[in-house]
């Protein structure tokens, strides 16, 4: 039965060969279809409800991800702000503005005809020069000069960039009037304009920390982008456009989607060179081991046919190919070899038993069967496991692995012996010296395992206790692990990305976004009775002593209101304002009609040359009508008897309106104003934003947040500022000043607040305040810059956040949500972990209980669980102590532990029964173990190890950190399994070993 | 052409001279090339900026974002012409509530810069506005101060590409690109009453992005008036429809209206 499929290749090698190259040649023809996904955010699905809401907020507030350009000028003595780097970044951003597609399909910019200019066109052509850069390109279907959407519109939305070039900029200009433009409307052309551009920014608090340091030695340009995808081409395009820019200014460019895109164009390359050189390695060490070419081709060829089919696999599936899933040739190839080479190399130990080709490989497949299915089963069942995770990338990847696992397995029942069959001579075997494949007893390795095996067996106990006492300090290291990950850390230290992020953050805010969006909770919330309660005390304040018999009609009919929208359902409380701004108007024309009159025919007289008499002339008329009025008037007027012109003209309107206070109608739109305001527009949530904003510039990593509460705050500032008279004295002047500065706040009531945002959104940049407040003003959003974008920096503020929210309460209930790739990172994270954990525990079990199945013996399944325990705990152990933060590739790794180290176990402790059953005593047995069978366990260990140190050359930290912790993985467990399992045996040798007789076959 | 023309009816030649004007103008029309690209756009500049002597009309703004949600807008506008260029504009807002009481004055100068004013009662504040950017958002919706007040012809390029019985249709250029986002526009304009009923702008890159329109035209004391009229803005998907109603002309506004004071105490009788 076991035997079935090797027989059928043994009779039918050919045809098993040909089998197999057009199975490989049509997973290999799904290769061109390859789509490369290198999107952090594709970690969560794409049904996850926090990215759902991730992207309303980009909807809703109009937001993109954006790729970020630093300028730095540290040597300039004015810093940034020097006309020559002012005027290349307002040349670089109308470049970037005006780019646009040729016609031959290429990118050029066209700076259209300016007076005196005539349109300029400026072809491009990002194609790398390097030709391997090009072959790497054309093989994995990257365009760098995609730069336009289907449309043909450019991945730059030109109308949302952030530059000082077009960024709104509100300042007082000639004769006290206000200047609405853009920060640096036109390049400076001397010093002192550049210094005017960067007064302007350093006052406005949206731009200082953002768009321009602090230190003013940086400026950033925020270029929106309609996809992430874009990000790497737009960064090349920067590049290629400030290449001939002075070393002075330095160009760096950074932002989570260039990160991520960055490492997708750069994993390219790695599996371009990595996966092969690591191959390369493991067929030399091989070869080093073996010393036969033919010996080691067939496990190669195995390794490469799995990886090719399971890539073709994922690939036809139409899966993207993510980070995850671009490791699998890496993972695979370890344990794609392993098998063949130890068919292999028992075919050559036993083949002078045979003289006979098929009949050896038919004993040694019959022999190395039931480990072989296990070590494949269970390497399968720790890779599927990764199915359970919450995590699509991570399940595709444990997926495709575990297919990987069994086709070359497969491979190893039919491909080898076929193999064997067709290309190992006959005569070339019987030439072979069979003493050459008996382990060598003087070899280092032999020496080694020998005093190994006797120390195993005589320090038994110290080892026991020696592992204890690692286990507990192990425990110590996971105790301190910390979760943690960021994409601009998958790049290496020196790396140009790592470099802008590390200077970037030191002058800015940081680059890091977050959003954090509060909404109202009862939108539809009437409180009727309430409104009412407040306009009756307010009317009575103001109008009671004036006008009570009014007031009483008013408010009588104000209650008849409220008390309809109680019986009505729903209700409408703009048509109860309606109905009472009419009654109001009654009012008016009863008790303001004199008064009304009397400044009507004001406002309509010449203020040239006029005096308090000629104005008494000029009202007669209306005096006939309202003498009461007119009285009351000139009565006020005595005070300013020396007023002439314009300035008694205004004066004498200023009286009426005191004496008219405000009216009845007025006042009804005044409280509908009030009352009925959504949040954002009252002074009381604004304010509460505004405190919220302070307490999170404390908190540790938040650089910078931006509001709408800092627009309205200064465009209040900049409408009310009143200019000190030329000739005031140092005192008058601070007095202005802090006049002015009293208004750099948000305003006393909601009308105030929304006349201040009407202006505010109809500026140059259209509808720029939209980013931070919605057009309703019933949600705003926060920009949070972070300065790192490290997980655990994010989760920090998300708790801080939370513990400020409830320890004060907004004075209108809100919810609070973050959005921001930074958070999404978090998210995600947090399910990867909680999914890697109960996704090892799943797998543990399984194993268990295949462990117990195979050895028939609960004692020995645990036994064989052991060296496995012992890696995990320690590989994760070192990680905690050493400080490397737990991310996406570590988590993996503890499955390619479970895969891998199980393998030896399985190996040692059968072949450890087999001997024992022979030799009927635990000491010879150890004996034996430490020759061939450790020897054969030393060498699939090293192999692993030696072969990923290629990884260890990556400038791409995952890969890295695979390759070091393969190998360590690789000596951890293989000294676990050659020193605690002889060790636990020699201790337990009593209560494991069962006599011969009473032993079941292993085999069937 | 909607300008009133004053004769003295009983002096003859005047009435000749209107004869002769009158067979000229049949002539004209007669003949294919009767007007020129120039002389279209400032007939369609007059009939839509210039119509009567003075104006007024209720003006619902209703600026409609992508996803949807209304905000509107009530404000009485005032119109005075000086003379053939010269213009004064005063804006008064009625609603939404917490805006009431809000105005712009605007004193479109024709060749030198518009002056412009800001009334907000609700911090009793007077402010002028410096001469800017004419292409911004008027209070936030998808029409540009310059779509209120009138872009100068002087400013662009004028040819006829297209024209039939009903309508012209004309392409403009503007002299200076840098200057403005659109690199040209389209007008389609009423052969009988001389109104643009459709402009639509293209960027430098050649796309469409915007698109202004007449939608509702009627004949008011004589005069074909838009009173439905919207801009659109193709990118962000916002549209903003201005609804006219109590439309008058020729009704004497004071010329002091249109001065500071009146922004602090609006003149009553006409809003």
Not at chain 1, 713 to 731: G, H, I, Q, R
Not at chain 2, 54 to 59: E, H, L, N, S, Y
């Amino acid at each position: 039965m076991k035997l079935a499929l090797t027989n059928a290749s043994l009779k039918r090698p050919l045809l098993t060969l040909l089998v197999v190259a057009v199975a490989t040649v049509a997973f290999l023809l799904q290769f061109p279809r390859v789509n490369f996904d290198n999107d952090p955010e594709n970690m969560l699905s794409a049904q996850e409800p926090v990215r759902i809401f991730h992207h309303e907020i980009k909807e809703k507030y109009a937001l993109y991800d954006f790729v970020i350009v630093g300028i730095v000028n540290e040597e300039d003595p004015a810093g940034i702000f020097n006309v020559a780097t002012l005027q290349r970044i307002d040349t670089l951003t109308r470049q970037l503005l005006y780019l646009q597609q040729g016609s031959d399909g290429l990118p050029e910019i066209r700076l259209p005809a300016s007076s005196g200019q005539p349109e300029r066109v400026q072809p491009l052509n990002l194609t790398p020069a390097s030709a391997w850069l090009r072959l790497l390109n054309r093989a994995f279907n990257h365009d760098p000069n995609r730069l336009f959407t289907e449309q043909g519109r450019s991945a730059i939305i030109a109308h949302e960039v952030i530059s000082p070039s077009v960024v709104d900029n509100i300042k007082q200009a000639q004769l006290g009037s206000l200047k609405l433009e853009y920060l640096m409307e036109h390049p400076p052309q001397t010093p002192a304009q550049a210094r005017e551009i960067r007064d302007d920014a350093m006052n406005n608090p949206l731009y200082r920390g953002t768009l321009v340091s602090e230190d003013e030695k940086a400026i950033c340009l925020y270029l929106p982008i309609s996809a992430k995808s874009y990000s790497y081409n737009v960064a090349t395009l920067v590049r290629e456009l400030t290449r001939d820019w002075p070393q002075s200014d330095r160009v760096l460019i950074t932002g989570l989607p260039v990160a991520e895109d960055t490492f997708g164009v750069e994993m390219l390359i790695q599996m371009a060179t990595s996966a092969p050189m690591a191959g390369v390695a493991i067929f030399l060490l091989l070869l080093l081991f073996f010393r036969s070419l033919s010996l080691i081709l067939a496990p190669m060829v195995v390794a490469v046919v799995s990886v090719v089919c399971a890539m073709g696999l994922l690939i036809g599936l139409g899966y993207d190919v993510h980070i995850m899933s671009s490791m699998i040739a890496i993972f695979l190839m370890p344990i794609a070899v392993a098998d063949s080479v130890h068919i292999l190399s028992e075919f050559y130990d036993v083949y002078h038993r045979f003289n006979n080709k098929a009949q050896t490989v038919r004993y040694v497949v019959g022999h190395l069967f039931q480990p072989m299915l296990y070590t494949s089963l269970t390497t399968i069942a720790g890779f599927a496991s990764l199915a359970f995770t919450p995590i699509p990338p991570v399940q595709v990847f444990g997926l495709h692995v575990a297919f990987g696992v069994a086709i070359a397995w497969l491979l190893t029942m039919t491909l080898i012996p076929a193999y064997i069959m067709l290309f190992v001579s006959q005569e070339k075997l019987a030439q072979h010296p069979i003493a050459s494949q008996k382990p060598d007893e003087t070899s280092l390795l032999m020496r080694v395992l020998g005093w190994l095996g006797q120390v195993c067996y005589t320090a038994s106990g110290r080892i026991l206790v020696l592992a204890l006492l690692l286990l507990l300090v192990a425990g110590y290291g996971i105790s301190r692990i910390a979760v943690n990950d960021n994409p601009v850390k998958w790049f290496t230290a020196q790396h140009e990305i790592r470099v802008a992020d590390r200077i970037l953050n030191q002058h800015f805010g940081g680059t890091y976004t977050a959003y954090l969006t509060l909404a109202e909770v009862r939108p539809d919330a009437c409180n009727c009775e309430e409104k009412a309660q407040r306009i009756e005390s307010e009317a009575r304040a103001r109008f009671g002593s004036l006008f009570p018999q009014y007031t009483e009609t008013l408010i009588q009919r104000l209650h008849q209101l409220s008390d309809q929208q109680r019986s009505v359902q729903g209700c409408d409380v703009n048509q109860c304002f309606y109905l009472l701004l009419q009654q109001a108007r009654e009012l008016d024309d009863q008790a303001f009609d004199g008064w009304n009159r009397l400044a009507d025919e004001i406002n309509y007289l010449d203020s040239a040359g006029l005096t308090l008499d000629w104005l008494r002339s000029a009202l007669q008329a209306v005096a006939a009508e309202s003498p009461l009025e007119v009285a009351h008037l000139f009565a006020a007027l005595q005070a300013d008897a020396g007023l002439r012109g314009e300035a008694l003209l205004e004066q004498a309107l200023a009286q009426c309106e005191k004496q008219m206070g405000q009216t009845f109608s007025a006042f009804v739109l005044e409280m509908q104003a009030e009352t009925t305001a959504p949040p954002f527009k009252r002074p009381e949530m604004l304010r509460y934003v505004e405190e919220l904003q302070q307490y999170l510039q404390g908190v540790g990593q938040v650089g910078k947040t931006s509001s709408a509460v800092d627009a309205l705050k200064k465009a209040a500032y900049e409408l009310s500022y009143v200019a000190p008279p030329t000739d005031a004295d140092a005192a008058e002047r601070e007095h202005y000043a802090a006049l002015n500065r009293s208004h750099f706040a948000v305003p006393a009531t909601a009308a105030a607040t929304a006349q201040v945002f009407v202006q505010l959104e109809g500026m140059k940049k259209k509808d720029s305040l939209f980013h931070l407040v919605t057009r309703d003003y019933r949600e705003a959003n926060l920009w949070v810059q972070l300065k790192s974008g490290d997980n655990r920096d994010m989760e920090e503020v998300v708790a801080a956040v939370q513990h400020y929210l409830e320890q004060h309460p907004a004075p209108q209930e809100i919810k609070a949500r973050w959005a921001g790739l930074t958070y999404l990172n978090v998210v995600w994270q947090d399910k990867m972990v909680k999914g890697m954990i109960s996704s090892l525990a799943g797998s543990f079990i399984v194993v268990l209980v295949m462990m117990v199945l195979l050895f028939r013996s609960l004692t020995w399944g645990v036994l064989a669980m052991l060296p496995l325990t012992f890696t995990i705990a320690l590989i994760y152990g070192l990680i905690g102590l050493a400080g490397k933060d737990y991310d996406m590739p570590v988590a993996v790794l503890s499955s390619l532990t479970l895969g891998l180290s199980i393998d030896f176990a399985i190996h040692f402790l059968q072949r450890a029964r087999e001997l024992y059953r022979k030799t009927g005593n635990w000491k010879t047995s150890c004996e034996a173990m430490f020759h061939e069978p450790a020897r054969a366990i030393s060498r699939n260990a090293l192999t692993v190890s030696i072969g990923f140190t290629p990884l260890l050359l990556a400038p791409l930290v995952p890969y890295k950190t695979v390759g070091f912790f393969l190998a360590t993985i690789m000596a951890v467990s293989w000294l676990a399994t050659l020193m605690i399992l002889p060790a636990l045996l020699t201790r337990l040798e009593r209560y494991v070993f069962r006599l011969p007789g009473e032993e079941e076959e292993i085999q069937l | 052409m909607s300008k009133q023309r004053k004769w003295n009816p009983l002096e003859p030649f005047a009435r000749t001279s209107l004869a002769l004007a009158l067979l000229l103008w049949l002539a004209s029309t007669a003949s294919a090339l009767a007007l020129s690209a120039d002389e279209i756009v400032d007939r369609a500049n007059q009939a839509s900026y210039y119509a009567g002597k003075d104006g007024r009309a209720d003006v619902t703004m209703t600026i409609q974002d992508a996803s949807g949600v209304e905000r509107v807008r009530e404000f009485t506008l005032l119109r005075l012409n000086e003379d053939q260029v010269k213009q004064k504009f005063y804006a008064y807002f009625k609603a939404p509530a917490d805006v009431y009481k809000m105005a712009y004055l605007v004193w479109k100068n024709g060749t030198s810069d518009d002056d412009r004013w800001l009334w907000l009662p609700a911090l009793n504040l007077k402010k002028r506005i410096a001469p800017g950017d004419k292409r911004t958002s008027f209070v936030g919706s998808d029409f540009l101060y310059e779509d209120v007040s009138g872009r100068s012809p002087q400013d662009d390029e004028h040819v006829l590409v297209e024209e039939s019985a009903t309508q012209y249709v004309l392409e403009n250029r503007p002299k200076d690109p840098s200057s403005v986002e659109f690199s040209r526009y389209l007008v389609t304009i009423d052969a009988q009453t001389f109104l643009p009923i459709k402009a639509e702008y293209y960027d430098h890159s050649g796309q469409l992005y915007r698109r202004v329109e007449a939608l509702q035209v009627e004949t008011i004391q004589g005069i074909p008036t838009v009173v439905l009229s919207q801009a659109s803005d193709l990118i962000r998907g916002s549209i903003t429809r201005n609804a006219f109603s109590n439309v008058r002309y020729d009704i004497g506004l004071d010329e002091r209206i249109f001065t500071e004071r009146f922004l602090r105490r609006p003149p009553r009788e006409v809003l």
